[in-house]
């Protein structure tokens, strides 16, 4: 059984999900069952894997069935030489990596409090973290998807195997759905050798400096798997694990390698060369299985504000948490801004990516706070999502900008897969 | 006449496609002309030949009209003029795809994109370029190879197909083992729906709030709508390469190969495999010194870092090794290199050499299955008394085995259908697809009923629905649907001369 254990309905419901009660199926016959029934009562369902997110969306108003998807726990199939596997959606994606460990394999997409994230929650919420600048995200990786669809049919797309273009790749199409297209229950990835070796270099940059150090790292001979920035507020869980106590920090520049040794020991060489001239300053290296602990932290980041559903006192949540995307050269820009603004800040720089978290306690300061950095992030040409926020926040913060040219679309592709609204009503573009 | 043999798909599905009369064609016909002037319209039926069909020269169907935009605005006015004439309309690049995704299947309308031709924006610092459907693939790398870097896809024919085309199918090549399909390098994408809207979806940053849209629409194979822009990644060069070129005396000894080097845990940038007669036609057209008498070859590259080339390298010769190699080396300079996958990339134009017609399949089987599935292909190519050879993106379990006939011989045409159907069926049957990288196109819409269900293709043709509600954008494509029954009766596709 899975360590979680069972949801409480009245947490869930603080959190935004109107649930009237918990079903476990234990199997996709199980699942499609459920869509039946909950059909012929005319109730919505809102599957749930760990329940990492469950703030993520619109809040629901229709009364619904929690659907408790940790019971699929099945390896499908691992056929290891293949390079791919296909997995339950239950399995989290700590999990995952254990069996896949064993195999000297690996899928290198960050996924946030991975003990407890399952691989169903992960594709439907798009998750990714530091390592997506050397190793990509999941629609680089999922080749294959069983999903049931609003009629309770077991349905399928993509494959096995590693290229295929037969039929519409819908595998792409759940990715970052939020569960609102179908309940996905079987995941097939292609995965990838574990590196050899791994390093972790921590530099101090100051704040006048960070545009002028990014633009050096992104032409730098070597190639980082991740480049990370962070602020003195998102860099405090990571002094533990490091050893050391920042004096008025203004950015932790992290540059992190994973590759074969020889290619993780010659660029630990080279970036040192070239960040010579600069007035940054080594805090920290970290090498080669030491480093672990210190990626994983880089990996949950910021998402450390997002409440727990096993925290009733915390459940409702004190912190907003956004996450920004832009082009990469508008990324220190980006983080001087929100920093200046009172947001902790952590950015996957390399790949154009912010998380930025606001203290939510002054409400109205807060929704004018994310509609600015909402503003800004799209005249750099990206877009932000709400991935976490008070339920008493959630009308004011739409997880997603209304005026974005994708909604109409989507919400024309929500009403043509789950034309009654039956899989997270409300949650995924308001009203559907 | 073969125009006959394919319907377009069904009168409610394409309203009024048949049944138009001259006079509204020939109105549609002003109005295009209104809209593109007269040097971007063709009509006369000696003009429209080349625009009957693509690689897949089976299918025929003369256009009713091609027309050359130069915009997204000419876009959307030809869209909205087809509609409202009761002509269905499809997109078309350079018309190098394999499986007649651009064949006008009920005498639609060609939206030829060849002169929407601009690189709109490069930007190295973001890693990302703009461009026009109509740029030819290698241009774009070519333009950015100054700055070491360069787009990824590499189908073989790269020279030529366009990049508008590579995102309706989602083209592969031999890089995409370590470097991923066209999906794994597109960012954002602009559109025409079939009803004249213009949408964008994704754009210069590397993601974008909600449903993955961009990976949905890429392999689409023009059946959503006509994409005017596309926002694709850039990837930098390696550091370095080292290209080796196996000869083995059996193709077994190279399918084990490969199947180990995989489950080793390396991942070659790319692991191209050529059977004995495919060999021998190579050796033929470009005499690169290939010994025709070897059972198979592989060229197999590494790239990346320079530290660790040549450990990785090392490691593959040992394998190769342990699999009975005649002889592994490697490419000596980045001439012979170029040339090496000069022949690899051409090895198709060489097949006319060994026979008056031939047909290519792009079945795909688990890497681990790639024995089995040449010894199999063998047996076939035996039962049927049809010369097959090999030559494909073996690192990716993605096949490509060529036929050989003569298409005048109606019997040898029999059995070349037959001998293909089994292979695509034992792909089916060891878990792999009917498809790797060439579409469904017109090709293969029969075998979608046997690679999904009923319910599975009412879940795609519901997306379709969403984009292209009244099929009047490619119709006839990809969906066994509407009573659209196309009877295969003959294979393949003449050798290129």
């Given at each position: 059984m899975h360590s979680r254990g069972v949801f409480d309905p009245e947490h869930a419901r603080q959190m935004g999900l109107p649930v009237v009660d918990v079903w476990q199926p234990g199997s996709v016959e199980e699942v499609a069952d459920c869509v039946h029934r909950a059909r012929r009562q005319q109730v919505a369902i809102y599957p749930v894997g760990g329940g990492t997110l469950l703030a993520f969306g619109q809040p629901s108003t229709r009364p619904g069935i929690l659907l408790d998807m940790s019971r699929l726990q099945q390896t499908v199939e691992y056929p290891a030489r293949d390079l791919t596997i296909t997995m339950q959606v239950g399995v989290t994606a700590g999990g995952l990596e254990q069996i896949l460990q064993q195999e000297g394999q690996t899928l290198p997409v960050d996924i946030p409090r991975a003990d407890q994230a399952t691989l169903g929650g992960a594709v439907a919420c798009n998750l990714s973290g530091p390592r997506r600048l050397g190793f990509g995200t999941l629609r680089d990786y999922l080749i294959g998807i069983q999903y049931v669809n609003d009629r309770g049919d077991v349905c399928k797309a993509g494959g096995r195997v590693v290229k295929n273009v037969a039929g519409y790749d819908l595998c792409k199409l759940f990715i970052g759905s939020l569960g609102a297209l179908g309940i996905l229950t079987a995941l097939t990835f292609k995965v990838r050798p574990l590196p050899g070796d791994s390093a972790l270099v921590l530099v101090h940059c100051p704040d006048g400096h960070l545009p002028i150090l990014l633009d050096v790292l992104s032409r730098s001979a070597t190639q980082p798997t991740a480049l990370e920035v962070l602020d003195a507020q998102a860099t405090a869980r990571l002094h533990a694990l490091a050893g050391w106590r920042p004096q008025q920090l203004h950015w932790l520049v992290v540059i992190g390698y994973q590759e074969h040794a020889r290619n993780v020991a010659w660029q630990l060489e080279q970036v040192a060369k070239e960040l010579q001239s600069h007035p940054v300053a080594l805090v920290h290296r970290s090498l080669g299985p030491d480093s672990q602990p210190l990626w994983r932290a880089l990996a949950d980041g910021l998402y450390c504000v997002v409440p727990q559903w096993t925290d009733s006192e915390q459940a409702d949540g004190r912190w907003i948490l956004v996450r920004a995307s832009a082009p990469p050269s508008r990324m220190a820009e980006l983080c001087r801004y929100a920093r200046g603004r009172d947001w902790a800040v952590q950015a996957h720089a390399g790949s154009g990516i912010m998380l930025a978290a606001l203290d939510a306690s002054d409400s109205d300061r807060c929704v004018a706070s994310v509609n600015e950095l909402r503003q800004v992030t799209a005249q750099a040409g990206g877009a932000a999502a709400v991935v976490s926020c008070p339920a008493s926040l959630r009308p004011q913060c739409p997880w997603w900008d209304p005026a974005r040219p994708e909604v109409s679309l989507m919400a024309r592709i929500k009403r043509a897969f789950d034309p009654t609204g039956i899989f997270n009503p409300g949650r995924f573009v308001e009203g559907l | 006449m073969e125009q006959n043999q394919v319907q377009p798909q069904g009168r409610s599905a394409v309203p009024g496609a048949e049944s138009c009369g001259p006079s509204v064609a020939d109105e549609l016909v002003d109005k295009l002309r209104a809209i593109v002037g007269a040097d971007g319209l063709l009509t006369v039926p000696s003009e429209l030949v080349t625009y009957e069909c693509d690689g897949f020269t089976l299918e025929k169907i003369s256009p009713r009209a091609v027309v050359f935009p130069h915009s997204a605005e000419q876009v959307q006015q030809i869209v909205r003029a087809c509609v409202a004439a009761g002509v269905p309309f499809l997109p078309r690049g350079a018309g190098t795809s394999l499986a007649g995704g651009t064949v006008p299947v009920g005498r639609a309308v060609v939206i030829a994109l060849t002169r929407m031709k601009r690189i709109l924006e490069v930007s190295v610092r973001d890693r990302y370029a703009v461009v026009e459907p109509g740029v030819v693939n290698l241009w774009l790398t070519r333009r950015v190879a100054g700055h070491g870097f360069h787009f990824a896809p590499d189908p073989s024919s790269q020279g030529a197909c366009t990049i508008g085309g590579n995102v309706a199918t989602n083209s592969g090549g031999p890089h995409t083992l370590k470097y991923g399909v066209t999906v794994n390098h597109v960012l954002g994408l602009e559109m025409v729906l079939p009803d004249g809207d213009l949408i964008r979806v994704g754009g210069p940053a590397q993601e974008y709030p909600g449903a993955d849209l961009v990976g949905a629409i890429v392999g689409c194979e023009g059946t959503f709508g006509i994409v005017t822009k596309i926002w694709v990644r850039l990837t930098r060069n390696p550091q370095g390469y080292r290209t080796l070129l196996g000869i083995f005396e059996t193709v077994d000894d190279a399918t084990n190969t490969i199947s180990d080097i995989i489950g080793a845990g390396i991942l070659p940038a790319a692991l191209e495999m050529m059977d004995r007669l495919i060999i021998q036609a190579v050796e033929d057209a470009f005499?690169?010194?290939?010994?025709?008498?070897?059972?198979a070859v592989l060229i197999i590259e590494v790239d990346g870092l320079e530290p660790a080339l040549d450990e990785e390298a090392q490691r593959i010769v040992a394998i190769a090794q342990r699999h009975r190699v005649r002889d592994i080396r490697q490419a000596r300079d980045e001439q012979e290199r170029q040339l090496l996958w000069k022949c690899r990339k051409q090895a198709f134009g060489a097949v006319g050499r060994l026979a008056p017609s031939y047909c290519t399949q792009d079945g795909v089987v688990p890497r681990t299955q790639l024995p089995h599935m040449l010894r199999y292909i063998q047996q076939v190519s035996q039962k049927y008394g049809i010369p097959i050879c090999n030559v494909f993106h073996a690192g990716d379990g993605n096949l490509h085995p060529i036929l050989l006939f003569d298409e005048r011989d109606a019997d040898a045409c029999r059995r070349v259908l037959a001998a293909s159907d089994e292979i695509m069926r034992e792909c089916l049957r060891l878990g792999g697809s009917v498809t790797g990288e060439h579409g469904i196109g017109v090709e293969k819409i029969n075998y979608m009923a046997h690679m999904f269900t009923p319910e599975d293709l009412d879940m795609m043709l519901r997306l379709r629905k969403v984009f292209n509600p009244d099929n009047w954008c490619s119709p006839g494509k990809m969906f066994p649907t509407g009573g659209v029954c196309l009877e295969v009766t003959k294979p393949g596709r003449r050798a290129p001369l």
């Open positions: - | 005499g690169f010194g290939f010994p025709r008498d070897a059972g």
